[in-house]
Protein backbone atom coordinates (compact mmCIF):
# COMPACT_ATOMS: atom_id res chain seq x y z
CA UNK A 1 0.00 0.00 0.00
CA UNK A 2 2.73 2.17 0.97
CA UNK A 3 5.09 1.89 -1.84
CA UNK A 4 4.48 4.14 -4.32
CA UNK A 5 2.28 6.35 -2.81
CA UNK A 6 3.12 9.84 -3.17
CA UNK A 7 2.55 12.64 -0.37
CA UNK A 8 2.86 16.32 -0.43
CA UNK A 9 3.61 18.17 2.38
CA UNK A 10 2.65 21.90 1.69
CA UNK A 11 3.97 24.28 5.04
CA UNK A 12 5.93 27.36 5.14
CA UNK A 13 7.62 25.89 8.33
CA UNK A 14 10.84 24.10 7.19
CA UNK A 15 10.78 22.24 10.88
CA UNK A 16 7.51 20.84 10.02
CA UNK A 17 8.38 19.64 6.41
CA UNK A 18 11.68 18.00 7.38
CA UNK A 19 9.64 15.90 10.85
CA UNK A 20 6.61 15.18 8.53
CA UNK A 21 9.15 13.70 5.37
CA UNK A 22 10.75 11.65 7.89
CA UNK A 23 8.26 10.27 9.63
CA UNK A 24 6.51 9.46 6.40
CA UNK A 25 9.48 8.82 4.33
CA UNK A 26 10.48 6.21 7.53
CA UNK A 27 7.12 4.71 6.74
CA UNK A 28 8.26 3.81 3.06
CA UNK A 29 5.90 7.01 1.47
CA UNK A 30 7.09 9.06 -1.55
CA UNK A 31 7.09 12.35 -0.29
CA UNK A 32 7.72 15.88 -1.55
CA UNK A 33 7.45 19.16 -0.20
CA UNK A 34 6.08 22.75 -0.75
CA UNK A 35 6.42 26.25 1.15
CA UNK A 36 3.86 27.95 -0.76
CA UNK A 37 0.66 27.21 -2.29
CA UNK A 38 1.87 28.27 -5.62
CA UNK A 39 4.79 25.98 -5.83
CA UNK A 40 2.44 23.08 -4.66
CA UNK A 41 0.63 23.61 -7.60
CA UNK A 42 3.22 23.38 -9.68
CA UNK A 43 4.48 20.30 -8.15
CA UNK A 44 1.18 18.66 -8.09
CA UNK A 45 0.90 19.55 -12.44
CA UNK A 46 3.67 17.46 -12.17
CA UNK A 47 3.36 14.37 -10.48
CA UNK A 48 0.65 12.61 -9.50
CA UNK A 49 0.05 12.95 -5.49
CA UNK A 50 -3.07 10.44 -3.32
CA UNK A 51 -2.40 12.60 -0.33
CA UNK A 52 -1.76 16.35 -0.01
CA UNK A 53 -1.20 17.53 3.61
CA UNK A 54 -2.21 21.14 3.84
CA UNK A 55 -1.18 23.93 6.35
CA UNK A 56 -3.90 26.39 6.87
CA UNK A 57 -1.69 29.50 7.08
CA UNK A 58 0.65 29.83 3.97
CA UNK A 59 2.38 32.64 3.04
CA UNK A 60 0.86 33.39 -0.43
CA UNK A 61 -2.67 31.95 -0.19
CA UNK A 62 -5.05 30.70 2.38
CA UNK A 63 -4.61 27.03 2.78
CA UNK A 64 -8.20 26.66 1.87
CA UNK A 65 -7.74 28.26 -1.64
CA UNK A 66 -5.13 25.66 -2.34
CA UNK A 67 -7.49 23.01 -1.17
CA UNK A 68 -10.16 24.40 -3.73
CA UNK A 69 -7.69 24.45 -6.36
CA UNK A 70 -6.26 21.07 -5.92
CA UNK A 71 -10.07 19.70 -5.44
CA UNK A 72 -10.62 21.25 -8.51
CA UNK A 73 -7.57 19.76 -10.34
CA UNK A 74 -7.37 16.47 -8.68
CA UNK A 75 -10.57 15.61 -6.91
CA UNK A 76 -9.61 11.84 -5.93
CA UNK A 77 -6.81 13.46 -4.26
CA UNK A 78 -7.14 13.14 -0.30
CA UNK A 79 -6.56 16.60 1.29
CA UNK A 80 -5.75 16.51 4.84
CA UNK A 81 -5.44 20.04 6.01
CA UNK A 82 -3.41 20.66 9.05
CA UNK A 83 -3.72 23.82 11.43
CA UNK A 84 -2.20 25.52 14.52
CA UNK A 85 -5.32 27.95 14.30
CA UNK A 86 -8.11 25.55 14.85
CA UNK A 87 -11.57 26.87 15.28
CA UNK A 88 -14.79 25.14 14.40
CA UNK A 89 -15.28 27.59 11.45
CA UNK A 90 -11.86 26.82 10.35
CA UNK A 91 -12.65 22.92 10.65
CA UNK A 92 -16.18 23.08 9.06
CA UNK A 93 -14.94 25.50 6.16
CA UNK A 94 -11.90 22.96 5.30
CA UNK A 95 -14.23 20.07 5.06
CA UNK A 96 -17.13 21.71 2.92
CA UNK A 97 -14.30 22.83 0.60
CA UNK A 98 -13.26 19.08 0.19
CA UNK A 99 -10.96 18.41 2.72
CA UNK A 100 -10.70 14.31 3.71
CA UNK A 101 -9.67 15.35 7.26
CA UNK A 102 -8.32 18.31 9.59
CA UNK A 103 -5.76 17.74 11.83
CA UNK A 104 -4.28 20.17 14.70
CA UNK A 105 -0.65 21.22 15.81
CA UNK A 106 1.15 19.87 16.96
CA UNK A 107 0.42 16.83 14.89
CA UNK A 108 0.85 13.29 17.20
CA UNK A 109 2.67 10.81 14.43
CA UNK A 110 0.93 7.70 15.61
CA UNK A 111 -2.69 10.15 14.50
CA UNK A 112 -0.71 11.46 11.19
CA UNK A 113 -0.17 7.66 10.12
CA UNK A 114 -3.75 6.35 11.48
CA UNK A 115 -5.44 9.42 9.26
CA UNK A 116 -3.29 8.61 6.23
CA UNK A 117 -3.67 4.76 6.61
CA UNK A 118 -7.78 5.67 7.05
CA UNK A 119 -7.99 7.88 3.89
CA UNK A 120 -5.49 5.48 1.73
CA UNK A 121 -7.65 2.00 2.60
CA UNK A 122 -10.89 4.67 1.46
CA UNK A 123 -9.50 5.59 -1.67
CA UNK A 124 -8.47 2.21 -3.07
CA UNK A 125 -12.25 0.86 -1.78
CA UNK A 126 -13.66 3.67 -3.81
CA UNK A 127 -11.46 3.21 -6.82
CA UNK A 128 -12.73 -0.83 -6.50
CA UNK A 129 -15.86 -0.21 -6.38
CA UNK A 130 -15.30 2.02 -9.20
CA UNK A 131 -14.01 -0.52 -11.41
CA UNK A 132 -16.48 -3.24 -10.16
CA UNK A 133 -19.49 -1.20 -11.43
CA UNK A 134 -17.65 -0.14 -14.74
CA UNK A 135 -17.02 -3.90 -15.03
CA UNK A 136 -20.45 -4.42 -14.33
CA UNK A 137 -21.68 -1.85 -16.76
CA UNK A 138 -19.61 -3.50 -19.58
CA UNK A 139 -20.80 -7.10 -18.91
CA UNK A 140 -24.38 -5.67 -19.19
CA UNK A 141 -23.40 -3.65 -22.58
CA UNK A 142 -22.19 -6.81 -23.81
CA UNK A 143 -25.15 -8.99 -23.05
CA UNK A 144 -27.71 -6.05 -24.41
CA UNK A 145 -25.42 -6.15 -27.87
CA UNK A 146 -25.29 -9.93 -28.30
CA UNK A 147 -29.14 -10.43 -27.59
CA UNK A 148 -29.39 -7.98 -30.85
Request: hydrophobic share 40%; no cysteine; proline share 3%.
Amino acid sequence: MRMGTAILVVDDDRAILKSFEEILKSEGYDVDTAETGLEAIQRSRKKYYNIALLDIKLPDMEGTELLTKLHEDIPRMIKIMITGHASLENAVRALNLGADAYLMKPVNPEELLRVIADKLREQAEAEEMGQEQARRWIQSRIRKLQSR
